[in-house]
Nanobody, 123 residues
Framework: QVQLVESGGGLVQAGGSLRLSCAAS????????MGWFRQAPGKERELVSA????????YYADSVKGRFTISRDNAKNTVYLQMHSLKPEDPAIYYC????????????????WGQGTQVTVSS
């Protein structure tokens, strides 16, 4: 299993930016595809973005395309989510997750989760 710890959440004004980080420890980080999920109160957990183990393939939910960028640094065992142009509908707890899927994982393919970091957007 891989252990995941998110950081970088906080309060930002609408239109602002935040960068989330997820540090991994345990088994070889580069073996895992990684993803960012979010869950707002009363809503299902949503897959926001995913990245393959090599970083060569990425996925974005329609709601964040053009605003969020996922990246990874396998030398630092870290995956990032750069968020720009934050909107009032973006606030949620953001979770980092890991999958041993060989390509781009779907929502059901993730087996390891972090504790989450809160993102709040003020209007």
């Amino acid at each position: 299993q891989v252990q995941l710890v998110e950081s970088g959440g906080g309060l930002v004004q609408a239109g602002g930016s935040l960068r989330l980080s997820c540090a991994a420890s345990g088994r070889t980080f580069s073996s895992y595809a990684m993803g960012w999920f979010r869950q707002a109160p009363g809503k299902e957990r949503e897959l926001v973005s995913a990245i393959s183990w090599s970083g060569g393939r990425t996925y974005y939910a329609d709601s964040v395309k053009g605003r969020f960028t996922i990246s990874r640094d396998n030398a630092k065992n870290t995956v990032y989510l750069q968020m720009h142009s934050l909107k009032p509908e973006d606030p949620a707890i953001y979770y980092c997750a890991a999958s041993l899927h060989s390509g781009l994982p779907t929502k059901a393919d993730f087996g390891s989760w972090g504790q989450g970091t809160q993102v709040t957007v003020s209007s």
